[in-house]
């Protein structure tokens, strides 16, 4: 009986430390920026270069959903959940400050949104080069 409860819990405690750490990251992404985020500046200059490189960044993991003009457009999300963010618009809803932009590329806004979180899956200079790119793309105020 004791072989049964140990096995059990060393199948529950992994689960319950996943569950916990998604939770924590799904919460630094906050509506509207986070002061961090706002004083959060880029590593990497906006050169012809970066942008160039976030624009192939982009085309190749995040043009499926919102769309080859970054207007939520997407060919791969279908009718299904909301609508990806409107990357041409002047503000976002999640912050608009590099930092915040930053932290919504790295770390998604899972479970509100089907937004995933890069982290691990391309390097942090490619997410700064999306987020040059971006900025290319974001309409006037």
Same mark, same amino acid.
């Given at each position: 009986?004791?072989?049964?409860?140990?096995?059990?819990?060393?199948? @529950? @405690? %992994? @689960?319950?430390? *996943? !569950?916990?750490?998604?939770?924590?990251?799904?919460?630094?992404?906050?509506?509207?920026?986070?002061?961090?985020?706002?004083?959060?500046?880029?590593?990497?200059?906006?050169?012809?270069?970066?942008?160039? *490189? &976030?624009?192939?960044?982009?085309?190749?993991?995040?043009?499926?959903?919102?769309?080859?003009? &970054?207007?939520?457009?997407?060919?791969?999300?279908?009718?299904?959940?909301?609508?990806?963010?409107?990357?041409?618009? %002047?503000?976002? +809803?999640?912050?608009?400050?590099?930092?915040?932009?930053?932290?919504?590329?790295?770390?998604?806004?899972?479970?509100?949104?089907?937004? %995933?979180?890069?982290?691990?899956?391309?390097?942090?200079?490619?997410?700064?080069? @999306?987020?040059?790119? !971006? =900025? +290319?793309? =974001?309409?006037? %105020?």
């Amino acid at each position: 009986m004791n072989l049964v409860i140990r096995n059990v819990s060393l199948c @529950v @405690v %992994p @689960v319950v430390v *996943a !569950l916990v750490a998604a939770a924590a990251i799904a919460q630094t992404t906050v509506v509207g920026g986070t002061p961090e985020g706002a004083q959060m500046k880029s590593p990497v200059s906006a050169t012809e270069e970066s942008v160039a *490189a &976030g624009r192939a960044v982009f085309m190749a993991k995040c043009a499926a959903c919102h769309g080859e003009r &970054g207007d939520g457009h997407g060919k791969g999300v279908g009718e299904y959940g909301p609508r990806p963010a409107d990357l041409t618009r %002047p503000s976002y +809803t999640y912050g608009t400050a590099d930092g915040d932009v930053f932290d919504v590329i790295k770390y998604g806004v899972e479970p509100r949104l089907a937004m %995933p979180g890069w982290d691990g899956l391309i390097s942090d200079t490619d997410v700064w080069n @999306v987020v040059n790119y !971006l =900025r +290319t793309l =974001r309409g006037k %105020p």
